[in-house]
Structure formats: C-alpha cells, structure tokens
T-cell receptor, first 115, second 113 residues
C-alpha cells in the first residue's frame, strides 16, 4: 500500500543553521515525490518535486531535497534557515503503478526557526 | 493569474443544516480534490474527480457529497450526516500527468454554531 511517513511532528532550528525535515515513503512502482509548505490559514504551496534523474532536487526559497531510493527517503533540506521558513511542511507521493491521480500525504512537520 | 478560488473563507453551520463550499479553478486542470485538515493532523482525502461528471470517494467521504458538472468547478456539500464537520477544508487541482504537483486553494474554515 502507498504511504508517506514524516517521523517528526516538530523540528526546531536556530536561524542560520542548516535544517532537515524527514520523509520516507512506500509505493508499488517508481515514486513521484513532492514537498509542500503551508502557512497558517493558507493552502499548501508547492516547493519542489522529484520525478527522475538527479537525486538532489532544488526548489523554491533555497530549499532542496535528497532522494534516496535504497532508504526510500526524500528529506527536505536548507543550508541556512530563516525565521520566515517557520511553517508546516508536507511530503507527498504519487505512485507510478497506482491511481496516478491520487496523492498520498504525510502527517506534516512543523518547522520552528528561532532568531 | 491562474489559480484556485475557494469561498467563503469562513463558514458557520447550524445543527441539521447542509452547507456548500465552493471551489473554482481556471488552470484548465482535469483532476480536482477535496481534503479535510484537522489541527495537528495531515490531509485526509474526501472526494476527487478525474474528469467532468465523474468522481470517486476518498478515505472519509461519509457525510459529504460533491458534483462535477463543469471542468472548472467542484463544490463540496457538508451534509447534516457529518457529525463532526469543524475543520479546515482544502480544494486542489492537478493536470492529469503523474509528474505534476497539485495546486491548492486557500481553504475554507467551517465551524459549528
């Protein structure tokens, strides 16, 4: 069955330090992976995606994510966190072999960046 | 600008009342979705539609109904059968290709009076 896990409910980091938000997935075929960010009382905004090719994907606002097939992970990273990065982050996957119109979301990770 | 518009932003429901949440997109996307978000929880799929005049139940469809009469519109009705409707409701759309992300509206917050 398809699923996404975000093992940390919350991640705390100091401004200027690197950040990592973790995501692991389970799908039947090749995964199509996405990261979204949500600010309070807003919808989700797309940050980046992995489809195929380079394992390091670069996205919006200086975020990047590393795809690791053997560990079935797709961790979100940023070299230097900003206070304005504080938000809720969601990982999502589409399954190549499943109903590709269905997205499976993780439970979300709240990122707190302190000045 | 292309996007998804949800209305109203805030909605209040009385006991025994049905309410309808609006979702309109001008992205020319084939697929549309409704999700429910509760505090501290992720997104749960209520219904989705891949083409006009067709829709499928998601994981928590009980107490909800939808229609897809036009490509750009996918309204959600929260019926009186939904006993715990207080939540943040998100509408999304996507083009029918697996390598493309979903686009989201800014949500409707539904509360019980």
């Amino acid at each position: 069955a398809q699923s996404v896990a975000q093992p940390e409910d919350q991640v705390n980091v100091a401004e200027g330090n690197p950040l990592t938000v973790k995501c692991t997935y389970s799908v039947s075929g090749n995964p199509y992976l996405f990261w979204y960010v949500q600010y309070p009382n807003r919808g989700l905004q797309f940050l980046l995606k992995y489809i195929t090719g380079d394992n390091l994907v670069k996205g919006s606002y200086g975020f990047e994510a590393e795809f690791n097939k053997s560990q079935t992970s797709f961790h979100l990273k940023k070299p230097s966190a900003l206070v304005s990065d504080s938000a809720l982050y969601f990982c999502a996957v589409r399954d190549e072999l499943g109903n590709f119109n269905k997205f499976y979301f993780g439970s979300g990770t709240k990122l707190n960046v302190k000045p | 600008d292309g996007g998804i518009t949800q209305s109203p932003k805030y909605l209040f429901r009385k006991e025994g009342q049905n309410v309808t949440l609006s979702c309109e997109q001008n992205l020319n996307h084939d697929a549309m979705y409704w999700y429910r978000q509760d505090p501290g929880q992720g997104l749960r799929l209520i219904y989705y539609s891949q083409i006009v005049n067709d829709f499928q139940k998601g994981d928590i469809a009980e107490g909800y109904s939808v229609s897809r009469e036009k490509k750009e519109s996918f309204p959600l009705t929260v019926t009186s059968a939904q006993k715990n409707p207080t939540a943040f409701y998100l509408c999304a759309s996507s083009i029918g290709q697996e390598n493309q992300p979903q686009h989201f509206g800014d949500g409707t917050r539904l509360s019980i009076l």
